[in-house]
T-cell receptor, first 117, second 114 residues
Framework: AQSVTQLDSQVPVFEEAPVELRCNYSSSVSVYLFWYVQYPNQGLQLLLKYLSGSTLVESINGFEAEFNKSQTSFHLRKPSVHISDTAEYFCAVSDVRSGGSNYKLTFGKGTLLTVNP | DGGITQSPKYLFRKEGQNVTLSCEQN?????MYWYRQDPGQGLRLIYY???????QKGDIAEGYSVSREKKESFPLTVTSAQKNPTAFYLC?????????????FGPGTRLTVL
């Protein structure tokens, strides 16, 4: 069974400051990793994903995440945040199953990022 | 525009009543999912369906039922047996194996039991 731990439930930062949202996972098999963002009273939007290859993945709005297999982590970072980045961020994992579907995502409990002026 | 629609956005029901939440997608995705979201608890999987006329229980299926008669539709019924139904419900879909492409989410339905 997989599990995802988001170490911080809330992260307050000032505008233009750097931020890191931490995510650790556990799995006995290889995994795919995802970050989703949720704005208030909305659904989740896929921010970025790691499937294979380069361990550093980037989104179009300046976020990046690095897959670290030895530390089983997939932390999300942004060098300079904006007020509009205020949202809840969810880390999710799916196992890589050979010969079958890997439909199921396991989510962390979320980290609320609040960007203050 | 392709996407997932959920209706209604807000829903109120009295205790003891069944209620059905709608989820429709025009992405031609094979798989569809229902999640429940409670504050501080992340998302928990209720039911999922990989093909038409087939669905499986997720982690918290008790008190819920679903159907998948059409590829584009996956309604969720919250029955009176669900002891604490007040929550935010999210529908999602994926093209076949959700692990590669990720899942795409609808805007959600907020259910309140009065």
């Amino acid at each position: 069974a997989q599990s995802v731990t988001q170490l911080d439930s809330q992260v307050p930062v000032f505008e233009e400051a750097p931020v890191e949202l931490r995510c650790n996972y556990s799995s006995s098999v290889s995994v795919y990793l995802f970050w989703y963002v949720q704005y208030p009273n909305q659904g989740l939007q896929l921010l970025l994903k790691y499937l294979s290859g380069s361990t550093l993945v980037e989104s179009i709005n300046g976020f990046e995440a690095e897959f670290n297999k030895s530390q089983t982590s997939f932390h999300l970072r942004k060098p300079s945040v904006h007020i509009s980045d205020t949202a809840e961020y969810f880390c999710a994992v799916s196992d890589v199953r050979s010969g079958g579907s890997n439909y199921k995502l396991t989510f962390g409990k979320g980290t609320l990022l609040t960007v203050n002026p | 525009d392709g996407g997932i629609t959920q209706s209604p956005k807000y829903l109120f029901r009295k205790e003891g009543q069944n209620v059905t939440l709608s989820c429709e997608q025009n992405l031609n995705h094979d798989a569809m999912y229902w999640y429940r979201q409670d504050p501080g608890q992340g998302l928990r999987l209720i039911y999922y369906s990989q093909i038409v006329n087939d669905f499986q229980k997720g982690d918290i299926a008790e008190g819920y039922s679903v159907s998948r008669e059409k590829k584009e539709s996956f309604p969720l019924t919250v029955t009176s047996a669900q002891k604490n139904p007040t929550a935010f419900y999210l529908c999602a879909s994926s093209m076949g194996t959700g692990g590669i492409g990720g899942q795409f989410f609808g805007p959600g339905t907020r259910l309140t039991v009065l």
